[in-house]
């Protein structure tokens, strides 16, 4: 519930809404806020922007805000009954008010007891020393999630409103999502925290549909992080995706266990700081602080290649063994690289086109949209960056669509097609363009069948 969607944005699928504040359309949004929100719940996982929380989850617009970023409480609450009657499980309500409403509590407190599960944003009159009470409406109902917004350091955001209907926390400060006209940007505040809430309340919902809006709330609570905050500043903690979805289906966490140690200079033993571990095959890594420490936390057990990095050194590979609730120690000694450095690549004289591979995304079944990646590469084998190409989509033998686009850093640009229907895709490449290349005018053998 927010100022709207905007539903042409090629990282965004939104599957239906409503206005209820004004004679605007939902699928457009003036103010940008609500575009903003969406995109943390839901940004499509796809090879374009940002990746929200719950990039499969069914996204609805409903407008309950203006352009200008106010609403009534009538505007709001019909927004709630719509969403109930249309049957939505999963309410994000980033928007709030200093003053109580009756009507607008009875409204939450109906659609909470009707198994819908309502999360809003605590609000921003917070103060830096985070004192006083002062959670915003409707969070401060006890039907609805008061959510806080947490910095990249796991502390409060300054502006985030405390008190003791704060619920959860989670990410607030300068986060970058979905704007209107196919953009991103960066906005703060419990606005852009609740959407973090309301995503993992759909991914834990999603891994057991038959649980309740009562036992999903109690998850959050009962997986949140402990951040070492004052409750008043960050209720059961900070929600957690991983945990919450793992105790949705009821499967024991796997055990873990830590690496931590030392990378130093091999030469004279000085630590080396901003050196990279990182465990092989996994996404977990760490960067060593001033003294050259690091630790790497909640490795699930088992035995993996552990790589310490550094410029100007050469890498490091040893073997740990990760035991549950046990911290291995593994330290480094890193070896300075020599001065000579390695030649450049020799330049190509003639571009072709490497590749042509085709994805999809959006939709209930996650194809309706069709993308077309085109890799580029010269002779000596460097990807070309900053080549123009155009394509001819066929589809069934009979051209689709055309488009022209510009290869980034890896060689590569991809051409988004919405709402392709069915059938048998080819792409021909009809033109590139690279500075002191010529283009060998082939192209791949390519089909994908939709």
Request: with cysteine; proline share 4%; aromatic share 6%.
């Amino acid at each position: 519930l927010d100022t709207g969607i905007d539903e042409n944005h090629e990282d965004l699928t939104v599957s239906g809404g409503v206005t209820t504040v004004d004679d605007t359309y939902w699928g457009n949004d003036g103010n940008g806020h609500g575009t903003h929100v969406a995109g943390t719940v839901a940004a499509l996982d796809n090879t374009i922007g940002v990746v929200g929380v719950a990039p499969y989850a069914s996204l609805y617009a409903v407008k309950v805000l203006s352009d200008g970023g106010s609403g009534s409480v009538s505007s709001v609450v019909a927004g709630i009954e719509w969403s109930v009657s249309e049957g939505i499980p999963v309410l994000n309500m980033s928007l709030g008010s200093s003053s109580d409403s009756q009507t607008l509590r009875d409204a939450c407190d109906a659609a909470y007891s009707a198994g819908h599960l309502l999360v809003a944003s605590a609000g921003n009159s917070g103060n830096p020393g985070g004192r006083g009470d002062n959670v915003g409406y409707p969070a401060k109902y006890e039907s609805v999630i008061a959510v806080a917004s947490s910095t990249i350091n796991d502390t409060r955001s300054s502006f985030s409103s405390t008190g003791p209907d704060v619920e959860l926390i989670a990410p607030g400060s300068s986060i970058l999502s979905t704007i209107p006209g196919n953009d991103y940007g960066t906005k703060s505040g419990t606005s852009m925290a609740s959407p973090h809430v309301a995503g993992v309340a759909a991914l834990a919902w999603a891994a057991n549909n038959s649980l309740s809006n009562v036992e999903v709330r109690q998850i959050l609570r009962d997986t949140a992080e402990d951040l070492g905050l004052s409750s008043n500043h960050q209720g059961y903690g900070l929600a957690r995706a991983d945990l919450a979805v793992t105790a949705a289906t009821g499967a024991e966490p796997a055990p873990t266990g830590n690496i931590s140690g030392t990378v130093t200079d091999s030469h004279d033993g000085s630590a080396i700081a901003g050196a990279t571990v990182s465990v092989d095959g996994t996404s977990f890594s760490a960067t060593t602080d001033g003294n050259g420490n690091y630790t790497i936390s909640d490795i699930p057990v088992g035995t993996y290649n552990v790589t310490a990095s550094a410029d100007g050194y050469e890498s490091q590979t040893k073997e740990a063994v990760v035991n549950e609730n046990q911290t291995t120690t593994l330290n480094f000694s890193l070896a300075a690289k020599d001065d000579e450095t390695d030649p450049e690549p020799e330049p190509g004289t003639t571009v072709t086109v490497s590749a042509i591979t085709y994805s999809t995304s959006g939709g209930r079944f996650n194809d309706r949209h069709l993308h077309v990646t085109v890799a580029l590469e010269d002779d000596a084998g460097n990807p070309v960056a900053d080549a123009s190409v155009s394509i001819d989509l066929y589809l069934d033998s009979s051209v689709y669509g055309s488009a022209t686009g510009t290869t980034g850093s890896n060689g590569t640009v991809t051409f988004s097609f919405n709402n392709a229907p069915s059938g048998t895709y080819t792409t021909d490449v009809a033109d590139v363009t690279a500075d002191g290349l010529t283009w060998d005018g082939e192209t791949p053998p390519n089909s994908f069948e939709k």
